[in-house]
């Protein structure tokens, strides 16, 4: 007669004997929590390197469509929704910032023809009117939020205030 084993992964095989392996969660299951170190890592890449327009973007367009953005810079595909926002982002990207496909394509660890395949999509996209306003009012924010404020120019002097 053959032994158990005297570890035991839980009722299962204190009843029965056999070992139950456990359960792998789903990653894409919503109440788990990607990993934040390679969003946070892009981000903070961005910003050391003077590119805060980028991640200011990023995070605009992340919490206007409810998406974490360690789920915007996820190495997968995901599911759509997550998937449309980040062609939503490489769009305004490319568009708002001007910033070329490849540069694009590096900011989210993607390929640059996978970028202008993102740009194609969005711009098929804009026929909608719905979406086209969704666009402009992100293109708005992220001008806005990017461009520093103007400096005024003082008349009496001809010079500027802030100089």
Do not use: W
């Amino acid at each position: 007669m053959q032994k158990l084993k005297s570890f035991s992964s839980g009722p299962a095989e204190a009843v029965t004997g056999i070992r139950v392996p456990p359960q792998k969660r789903d990653a894409t299951a919503p109440d788990e929590q990607l990993p934040v170190s390679r969003a946070q890592k892009d981000l903070s890449r961005a910003d050391r390197l003077g590119d805060h327009g980028a991640s200011i973007l990023a995070r605009i367009v992340a919490r206007a469509h409810q998406v974490s953005v360690t789920e915007l810079f996820h190495h997968t595909r995901s599911r759509a929704p997550i998937a449309h926002t980040r062609q939503m982002a490489m769009y305004l990207m490319h568009v708002v910032l001007g910033r070329s496909l490849t540069q694009v394509g590096q900011f989210f660890r993607r390929d640059r023809t996978t970028v202008a395949h993102a740009c194609s999509r969005i711009e098929d996209l804009r026929d909608v009117p719905e979406f086209d306003e969704e666009l402009n009012r992100l293109e708005e924010e992220i001008i806005r939020k990017t461009t520093p404020p103007e400096r005024k120019s003082c008349p009496a002097t001809g010079t500027r205030a802030n100089d």
